[in-house]
Every structure is written in structure tokens, then in C-alpha cells.
């Protein structure tokens, strides 16, 4: 009788085991992952808008009035501090303008140690030039309240009209200017702005269809007489993430 119990209780064990085995695994439930969020101030640059700064941090163009108590989007002007309450990461916001003229890209940088493109919008002006910072771009090394590698779009680029960053061969008319905030003459591009500007580049050669040979550094542009982007700027390792990312 014990011999017969022992057996129905190794059967009925069995059959537990191999139950539980085919049972499907528990549906785990993950809520989706979201952007942390925190409040920044916000330096205005120069043609910068309402519109452009609620698309850099996702937040609502009315959220950022309210905060900053502003009734109408003219009362925005460059150089102001605004709060970005709830601002999510930093994202590029370029704008790709149908045009023809554009057909190289000429590499600079600012030679300072310190800026943006407010601070190369003002020195521009002082310098007489009456539409200010004479690049398409500026990007920026985290210096003057900006973070390390933030594209900015300049008034030039916005309103799509020639630069004033290389009158060697006729490239204000018809080359793209970007500049790189350091002295690359001493310093080191930082990662950040090594990125920035290769995902910049790709952008542009995309839709303008320039052909990398007509990326150039700006001492490299016949009849210019300067050493720009300076002796530090890894040009064979920017073209070659380049010509990688056009692929």
C-alpha cells in the first residue's frame, strides 16, 4: 500500500513539474522611457525666436511666455535670459532652405578661447560689418552659457544671404560658413563639437548636394592668406567621419 501511495505521489509530482514548465513567462509592463527634464536659463542669440528655442527644448511656446511674463512674442529680444521651465535635452534645430547658390563648405574657427555667436554677432559689428556675425554657423565649445557643441543658426543663414567669412575666391557667395568656437591653434576640437559639426556637414552636403571635395578649411581656399581652422583641427579625421556618414 505505502509502495502504491509513493507512486502516485511521484506521478502527481511529475505532472506538476511539467505543468509549471509550459507555462508562458510573465508579461512585464515598462512605462515608456522619457527625457529628464530640469529648468535652464536661456541666453537669446541673435534672429532667435519663440518658435525655435519651444522646438531646441520641447516645451510649449505658451509655457515659456508664462514663466518669463511676456504677453506677446515681440517683446523678445537678443541677448535676453529666459527660464525654459521642464526643458528637455538640448536638439539641433536646423533649417535646410531650397537654394541653389550654395555649393562648398568652408571650415573655420573663431580663435578665441571663449563664445558664441552673440559674442561673434557683437565683435562683428564692432568691426563695422552692419549684418553682424559674418558665418552661417557658429558652434559652440560650452563657453558663455552655451552648451559643448550647440549648433546655432546665425541671421546670415536664417535670411539665407552671403557671409562675410572668406573673400578668397568669391566664398561669401556661394560657400557656407561654419565656425568652430577655440584657438585651434593651440587647443583640441572637443568630442562634442567633432560631432556637432559632422552631423552638420552630412545635413548640408545632403541637401544641397555638395560634394566633399568642397569641404574646405578656410586656409586651404586659393588666395587666402591664414592658417584657419589652425594647426590642431584633425582635417583627415573629419573628413573621413564624413565621407562615412555620406555613405
Known sequence: MKKFLHLIFLFALTLALSS????PPPIISEEPSTPKTRTIIHTVAPAETFWRISKMYNVPVTSIMQVNHMRSPNELKMGQ?????????LKPV??????????????????????????????????GWDKG????FVIDNGTSNKQDGQIEMTPRWIK??????????????KGIGICLIGDFTDERVSRHQMDSLVYLVNKLCRYYNIPTRRII??????????????KHFPWEKFLERTKKALR
Open 94 to 127: 536646423i533649417s535646410l532652405y531650397p537654394s541653389r547658390k550654395w555649393k562648398y563648405i568652408i571650415i573655420h574657427h573663431s580663435a578665441t578661447d571663449k563664445g558664441n555667436s552673440l559674442v561673434v554677432h557683437k565683435m562683428h559689428l564692432k568691426k
Open 160 to 173: 539665407q544671404e552671403d557671409g562675410a567669412h572668406c573673400k578668397a575666391s568669391g566664398m561669401n557667395a
Open 217 to 230: 578649411p578656410h586656409g586651404h581656399v586659393d588666395g587666402a592668406a591664414t592658417e584657419c581652422p589652425g
Open 133 to 136: 556675425a559674418g558665418y552661417h
Open 20 to 23: 509549471c514548465a509550459s507555462l
Open 81 to 89: 535670459k529666459l527660464v525654459i521651465p521642464q526643458a528637455s535635452p
